[in-house]
């Protein structure tokens, strides 16, 4: 009963997903919004795959009637050698024809397929990229990258054999409807008699088909953030002991993902023992009618073979445009996931006339802010504060009390709901984000460290910086007293997060790549926290000469680390409280004294 209550509780994790079946009607508008990724390649690939359909197409139309009409009425029959060793030889060269034609065609169509979902995928990247920090708060990591990679490698059949299969099979069809009914309009109506009933079953069909790979999709999503939240927090499941928990978790979400497979697949193969079964009644509708026609002398021998040729190349070229269709509504399934988030405007948007800031001082202005990450509660309430350049400021306060949330709106991460934000007198609203981000540096307690080696970390924020720099600014936090001990020094390979590396390592290597960056303003989000105090004091030094000149920001639990700071302000749920230097918050015996008071108590218990 307990491992029952304990899934139910991990269950609900995923309870609240964002992603969530898109009810929305199949329109041919969106699809050709799709089929506008063709555009770039209309001028070569396209044209060049549509010459080989319509060369493939009409052989394959064309052959039928020379093997029942030329073949077996004329030259069989009027037994003319000379007519039918032509007859061969102009077969023979249609079928060469039709197999080169067919090579190039799957090679281009492979070509155009796979340089479409390289456009879209590097599309959807790009967009993402650029979007605001709510839009990935309310998203996990694992739910983006369905979306960046599965619902995109699902349209990969579409755009390599579906679209070219749908026109080929269109052109098909209208070419044999022509033919048969041309050759014999009585047996023509009575083979398809059966079309009507197969065309209201199948559309009955579609709604069902497309929302189970929908479903699909969804679950594919939940799938992957599961395993990405697994793999992320592996630590924190070993060490509470709750892998059988997180695997049964996972068992369930796999199970759902594979019935929802099977529930898909079952529908998509409903549809070709339909047409198998059309085929079969016009196939026994084509032998007793045509027989018949036979005899009172309607239909000629030549013409019924003719006939059977082109009856069965109907019913193939709809088992294969069911075959499309299916592909078509997985990939409108996808479509749909993929162009919500092409949507998706960023709530930090640039203005088209947005002010390129070169060279800034460093004077920050916030004047009356109030923000809300929710309706539910301000994480901002009427903040008003100036930060002249040059200076060092800290931000105090309890957790939840708004100090990180104004390190955010100063990279404008997020924009205020009221109030303005502005930096050398210009509001943060009307500048362009590439040059104001190029310009703060911000070191987190959570270091991010990249895949690849110590020196392309350190030159992430820089990239056009020497090795001689990398070591210049390494040595000036100290951090090079670690790196030369590594096995190959700035060119040792580290892993995504910096396994290889303790926290105050992957800390110091921060400060290196903020540092490098050379900005104006500096944020230091709690970017102590994990060093220990030899290694604090050795930064206090770095940062004392590093930080001359430039106005920065310090957002510190630890309040001793912020003793030297020009001003400190004292937040409490997101209202600035107090703000003065340390002596002078300490001589109004208020918020700030307290605090300190409580550390300095606990540090004494230590």
Do not use: C
């Not at 009810?23 to 041919?28: A, C, D, G, T």
């Not at 021998?301 to 070229?317: D, N, S, T």
């Not at 770095?542 to 000149?549: E, F, I, R, S, V």
């Amino acid at each position: 009963m307990e491992k029952q209550s304990a899934s139910k509780r991990v269950m609900n994790r995923f309870q609240y997903s964002t992603d969530q079946v898109i009810e929305k009607p199949f329109n041919w508008q969106q699809l050709w919004r799709l089929l506008t990724y063709l555009k770039p390649y209309s001028k070569k690939l396209l044209p060049l795959s549509i010459v080989m359909v319509l060369l493939t197409t009409a052989v394959r139309l064309v052959v039928p009637i020379l093997i029942g009409i030329y073949v077996i009425d004329r030259a069989i029959e009027n037994q003319d050698i000379n007519l039918l060793m032509i007859l061969v030889g102009m077969i023979t060269a249609l079928y060469l024809t039709n197999y080169a034609a067919n090579i190039y065609r799957i090679k281009w169509m492979n070509i155009l397929g796979q340089s479409v979902i390289y456009d879209l995928r590097k599309h959807l990247f790009t967009h993402v990229q650029w979007l605001s920090n709510r839009f990935f708060d309310q998203r996990s990591a694992g739910s983006i990258l369905v979306r960046i990679m599965n619902d995109i490698n699902s349209l990969q059949e579409l755009f390599t054999n579906g679209v070219i299969n749908l026109l080929m099979d269109a052109l098909m069809l209208v070419g044999i409807f022509i033919i048969l009914f041309t050759i014999s309009p009585e047996l023509a109506l009575a083979v398809m008699i059966i079309l009507p009933l197969m065309f209201l079953i199948s559309t009955q069909l579609r709604r069902k088909i497309r929302r189970s790979w929908q479903t699909v999709r969804l679950k594919q999503s939940k799938l992957n953030s599961h395993l990405n939240e697994s793999l992320q927090g592996i630590r924190v499941t070993q060490s509470f002991t709750q892998e059988p928990e997180n695997a049964q978790f996972f068992d369930g979400v796999n199970t759902e993902t594979f019935e929802s497979w099977r529930d898909a697949t079952k529908k998509n193969a409903a549809f070709r023992p339909l047409v198998e079964m059309t085929n079969a009644v016009g196939t026994a509708v084509l032998i007793w009618y045509g027989a018949t026609l036979i005899q009172n002398g309607s239909l000629n021998l030549g013409e019924f073979v003719a006939f059977a040729f082109y009856l069965g190349m109907f019913w193939e070229p709809i088992s294969r445009l069911g075959m499309v269709y299916n592909q078509l509504l997985m990939g409108m399934a996808s479509s749909e996931r993929i162009f919500e988030f092409l949507d998706e405007k960023p709530n930090v948007e640039e203005k088209k006339n947005a002010k390129e800031l070169k060279q800034i001082k460093g004077d920050i202005a916030f004047d009356n802010v109030d923000f809300a990450y929710s309706n539910d509660r301000k994480a901002l309430d009427g903040i008003t504060i100036n930060i002249k350049a040059g200076e060092t400021i800290a931000l105090v306060g309890h957790t939840g009390s708004g100090k990180t949330t104004i390190a955010n709106m100063i990279t404008r991460f997020y924009d205020p709901t009221a109030g303005s934000i502005k930096m050398d007198g210009m509001d943060l609203r009307d500048v362009s984000l590439r040059t104001l981000r190029s310009q703060i540096s911000i070191v987190l307690q959570d270091t991010f460290i990249f895949s690849g080696t110590i020196k392309e970390n350190i030159r992430f924020g820089h990239p056009n910086a020497t090795d001689k720099q990398i070591i210049a600014a390494s040595k000036a936090i100290g951090a090079n007293t670690f790196i030369d001990k590594l096995p190959n020094g700035y060119d040792t390979e580290v892993e995504e997060r910096g396994n290889i590396l303790s926290v105050g390592e992957r800390q110091l290597l921060s400060f290196v790549r903020a540092l490098l960056a050379d900005p104006r303003i500096i944020i230091l989000d709690e970017a102590t926290a994990s060093i220990d105090t030899e290694t604090e004091v050795q930064i206090q030094r770095a940062l004392n000469k590093l930080l001359h000149g430039r106005t920065a920001i310090i957002i510190a639990h630890r309040l001793s680390t912020i003793r030297d700071a020009d001003r400190i302000y004292v937040l409490d749920h997101g209202r600035l409280m107090e703000s003065g230097s340390h002596d002078e918050l300490m001589r109004k015996r208020g918020i700030y004294q307290r605090l300190v008071k409580s550390q300095f108590n606990m540090l004494e218990a230590l």
